[in-house]
């Protein structure tokens, strides 16, 4: 699958400088392109200058709202992050339609952090302006939730998460979601953290972006997991998340090479369910799998270690744990000496965290609006009192 990448704010050009770096690894390790264009937005010319990967040149590092922010950013406030989208979309517009590969892009990814700010606020501006300009292309999302400790310091921030969530879900064709909690190490410097969080977050994507975008005979699967399976899969909230198991190394004579007894095949079978437990542990939010309604896994391993037998486990395990989904499955042969399991439930329909969101930003709006009200009736008690006061001008 071939995917246009705009991230929009601080967060969300971290996260798609990590895009341009794996279709940099996919040219060089597979001869393949998963990305057509990587492009970073905001309204703060230090963060644009920071990336690593996407271009230096003004058309894919675009500066938005200068006239207004003097390249400083909008701070918190998601309605001046979608007002300067409104204003300066059409730099978007223009950027993405000149890009060379842009005819091979099957679908438009969107990238923000939620808590407030130039992404939050332009991401639903933007991404209505992409399905408005580019019918028939899907246009997805994927959204970073913040920290735990950014929602307890200021409740600002679930206000922004969930204004945010309501607006890119009535229009996006699927959203992908990334919780930062469930990635921190909390024996890594900041730094560190926020650079390892980035790349967690990216990584799922890479074995499922290509496996039907190859063109090595030999990494072609016998059930190929194309884009359009991809794109059937996608639908509303989604996430994603990815496992591995390590194949043991150990010398083995030529003659032994095609000799496999039971206990080397119940071993295949183990790595390839291990593999799956550990993607369900890592996908990108908590979830249910009852409540997705569309599910798919991607098994890529070496050739002698996939066969109908392990498809089938697979198969029949996620049909356990997503019962009411509809599912696909496919297969990505390759060379390196591990299992990786990549699985995605899409078309949720309840997950707890966005819930919970939504209440505590409804209570936030009650007392910010309690407290206007208090602050107004006692602004009035002190013009009341200061009227008859001489004035000394």
């Given at each position: ?8 704010g601080?967060?969300?050009?971290r ?37 690593s ?31 300067l ?10 950027a ?20 407030g ?8 501006i ?15 999302s ?19 998460t ?33 650079s ?20 090595n ?8 997991m ?6 059937q899969?996608?639908d509303g909230?989604?996430?994603?998340g ?9 010398f ?16 295949e ?55 009411n ?30 819930r ?16 206007l ?5 006692r602004l ?14």
């Amino acid at each position: 699958m071939k995917l246009m990448v705009i991230g929009l704010g601080q967060c969300g050009s971290r996260v798609a400088d990590e895009y341009a770096r794996l279709g940099q690894r996919a040219h060089g390790e597979r001869g393949t392109t998963i990305v057509t264009g990587t492009f970073a937005v905001n309204t703060d010319q230090t963060d644009l200058t920071g990336l690593s990967h996407i271009g230096s040149d003004y058309m894919h590092r675009i500066l938005i709202g200068g006239r207004k922010t003097w390249g400083h950013g909008v701070g918190k406030v998601n309605e001046m992050g979608a007002e300067l989208a409104r204003e300066d979309g059409d730099k978007v517009i223009d950027a993405v339609r000149t890009s060379p590969l842009f005819y091979q892009t099957h679908a438009f990814l969107l990238i923000a952090g939620t808590a407030g700010g130039t992404g939050s606020g332009a991401i639903s501006i933007i991404a209505q302006m992409l399905k408005e300009r580019y019918i028939g292309k899907p246009v997805y999302s994927l959204c970073v939730l913040p920290f735990e400790h950014e929602e307890v310091a200021e409740l600002r921030s679930v206000y922004n998460t969930a204004t945010c969530l309501k607006s890119i879900h009535s229009v996006a064709d699927g959203v992908f979601l990334a919780d930062n909690q469930r990635y921190v190490r909390k024996d890594a410097s900041l730094a560190m953290n926020l650079s390892r969080i980035n790349r967690q977050i990216v990584e799922p994507f890479y074995d499922l972006m290509c496996a039907g975008e190859v063109t090595n005979v030999r990494h072609v699967g016998a059930k190929t997991m194309d884009a359009g399976d991809i794109m059937q899969s996608i639908d509303g909230w989604t996430a994603i998340g990815c496992g591995s198991t390590d194949i043991p190394r150990g010398f083995r004579f030529p003659w032994e090479l095609s000799k496999t007894g039971f206990r080397e095949k119940s071993g295949e079978t183990l790595r390839a369910m291990q593999a799956m437990d550990a993607a369900v542990s890592e996908l990108s939010i908590a979830l249910n799998p009852e409540d997705a309604g569309r599910a798919l896994y991607l098994l890529a391993a070496p050739t002698k270690e996939m066969s109908m037998d392990i498809a089938k486990g697979l198969g029949d395990y996620l049909r356990e744990l997503a019962e009411n989904a509809v599912i696909r499955a496919g297969d990505f042969p390759r060379d390196r000496g591990s299992v990786n399991v990549t699985i995605l439930f899409s078309q949720l329909a309840f997950v707890q965290k966005i819930r919970d969101y939504y209440d505590r930003a409804s209570a936030f709006a009650m007392t910010q609006k309690d407290r206007l009200k208090e602050t107004t009736g006692r602004l009035r008690d002190m013009e009341d009192a200061a009227k008859g006061l001489p004035s000394l001008i």
